[in-house]
């Protein structure tokens, strides 16, 4: 990925694709999500901030992993978490 202003998306060269279609925290409390989220780190699909449990964000804080890319059908982006930085691929 080309971004200048941020390292973590600049680092990431293939974009890991969604394991799941599904937030697994979500699924071991029977929660619902909104929409999924792929960690570029460790792979993990996890659902998004404005799902109630907000997993993936939750995820990067514990783990250090600062980026994400959306696991949505058509969707094509990425977000470093540490540095509020947006992509598209």
Known sequence: MSNGSCIHLSAITTIKPPISRE????????????????????????????????????????????????AQPGERWLYCYPDAAFAEY
Request: glycine share 6%.
């Open 23 to 70: 937030c697994a925290e979500c699924v071991k409390i029977g929660a619902q999500w909104v929409h999924l989220r792929t960690c570029q780190e460790c792979g993990r699909t996890l659902c998004c901030d404005s799902s109630p449990n907000q997993h993936a964000s939750k995820h990067a804080r514990a783990t250090g992993h600062p980026v994400i890319a959306s």
